[in-house]
């Protein structure tokens, strides 16, 4: 995908900065620089005149343009333009100016002087963002497209742990699976860059993994089929680095330009991200068009999730709102249910819950054949489901218990609570909505 950029930039000297390294970005290409609000707005009225996709996917604020104050011009493009990803650079690049331009509209603030990796992130950040505003528009009000052919970029999504052994790698395995079912075309990558398990779970031995890629300035589709093991399932495969120590080539920008360019070659995109957050996986939750973040039913856990959630927004990475989590193991019987981890974390819950059945996974797991997972199996008929909930694939077949009644039911304000001594749960230094410590040590 090649993005185009209208630089808005009054002062000369911040042109020429800009510039310079606007031409220095791979797959970047910038339009005519204006010099001030009015002609920034005239000339995004003829680009867009014929239809979006004329629009550039990022345009650059300078702080100074003018005659407009720079706030009022990114509200303006936000408004009028809202699938164009608005950075504005500004000298004093601090939180309360940030929080300022965020209200605004905009996708990201860069200092000024500009640097290199910085304005990389932000413009591939604003990009990515624009792009999936653009599918959905293109896909009318029944939802995205959903990655099929003629669509501008694939669909990524995050797979994230709020703690260690709470199933993360199972759930991104078979998210994965359902949609290959289905007949997507389907790259798994494993973001846990030193200590990612896809391979174990899929029963791969491969040399390549995505630490081949960083450090690559132009993937191309050779380089890239190159790096990505072809599964038997039909999974396309780009693994974490057998030595964990080379997960420290992959930062922010390697991230980006990678999970980039396996979008414009697949569908959907199954990233699992783990359960620590390096910058590497942080630009995927960032960049995601669905992040699911993956906790149990029980206190330590959902109190995991919900420090993952507030570490997401410091960091701004990810807003609570825009943030999907899923309850693995859960019990009817369990205190913590799925409408008060709602609550606690502030994220939308899935409506499809995953029954804590481990028997049922034992053998798939001991054998590293994931894939071999019964298909009568209470685990993958939930995950299946989960996997149609989320647009990734249809509904998985056989989802009914011999009585008739749903397995799986959709959780809401008015799904099903805890015990009666839910009210302990909230309360007190050991209640899931508390701010205590991390509770005990964290299964691996």
């Not at 002087?113 to 604003?126: I, K, T």
């Not at 860059?193 to 899929?202: E, K, N």
């Not at 780009?238 to 980039?260: H, K, W």
């Not at 995950?383 to 056989?398: C, H, I, K, R, Y």
Request: proline share 6%; charged share 20%; aromatic share 2%.
């Amino acid at each position: 995908m090649t993005i185009r950029i209208l630089p808005a930039l009054a002062d000369p000297e911040t042109a020429r900065a800009v510039g310079g390294l606007l031409a220095q970005l791979p797959g970047v290409e910038p339009l005519r620089t204006v010099g001030d609000s009015t002609a920034l707005l005239d000339a995004l009225s003829v680009l867009g005149a014929t239809s979006v996709s004329g629009l550039p996917e990022v345009v650059l604020v300078h702080e100074g343009l003018g005659p407009a104050p720079a706030l009022e011009v990114v509200r303006e493009v936000a408004l009028r333009f809202p699938a164009t990803g608005v950075v504005l650079l500004s000298a004093e690049a601090g939180p309360a100016l940030y929080a300022a331009a965020m209200d605004c509209g905009a996708r990201g603030l860069a200092a000024l002087p500009p640097s290199y990796d910085e304005l990389g992130a932000r413009v591939q950040a604003a990009a990515h963002w624009a792009t999936g505003v653009r599918r959905h528009l293109d896909a009318g009000p029944g939802g995205a497209k959903g990655g099929g052919p003629g669509a501008a970029d694939g669909r990524l999504v995050a797979v994230v742990g709020a703690k260690g052994g709470v199933g993360t790698t199972v759930v991104a395995v078979q998210l994965a699976l359902a949609a290959r079912s289905a007949g997507h075309e389907v790259v798994l990558v494993d973001m846990d860059l030193q200590s990612g398990d896809v391979a174990s779970y899929l029963d791969v031995r491969f040399r390549r993994s995505v630490a081949d890629l960083a450090g690559i300035s132009d993937i191309s589709p050779r380089v890239l089929q190159d790096a990505v093991f072809p599964h038997p399932t039909g999974l396309g495969l780009l693994l974490a680095p057998a030595e964990g120590e080379r997960g420290e080539e992959i930062g922010d920008p390697a991230s980006r330009q990678i999970t980039a360019a396996l979008r414009r070659r697949y569908p959907l995109v199954v990233a699992d991200c783990g359960t620590q957050i390096t910058a590497a996986g942080a630009a995927v939750i960032e960049t995601a068009d669905l992040a699911l973040l993956v906790t149990t039913p029980d206190v330590v856990s959902v109190r995991a999730a919900k420090r993952m959630v507030r570490l997401w927004d410091r960091l701004q990475i990810r807003k609570a709102e825009d943030t999907m989590t899923v309850v693995n193991r859960h019990t009817r019987s369990a205190e913590v249910q799925p409408a008060l981890i709602a609550r606690t974390t502030g994220t939308r819950v899935a409506g499809t819950v995953v029954p804590a059945a481990y028997k049922e996974l034992r053998a798939a797991v001991d054998s590293g054949r994931m894939q071999d997972l019964d298909a009568r199996s209470s685990v993958r008929q939930a995950l299946w489901t989960l996997a149609g909930e989320l647009g990734l694939a249809g509904p998985a077949q056989g989802a009914r218990p011999a009585d008739g009644r749903r397995r799986h039911r959709a959780i809401g304000p008015g799904g099903p609570g805890g015990s009666g001594r839910t009210g302990a749960v909230t309360g007190g230094s050991g209640a899931v909505g508390g701010d205590g410590g991390t509770g005990g040590a964290e299964a691996t």
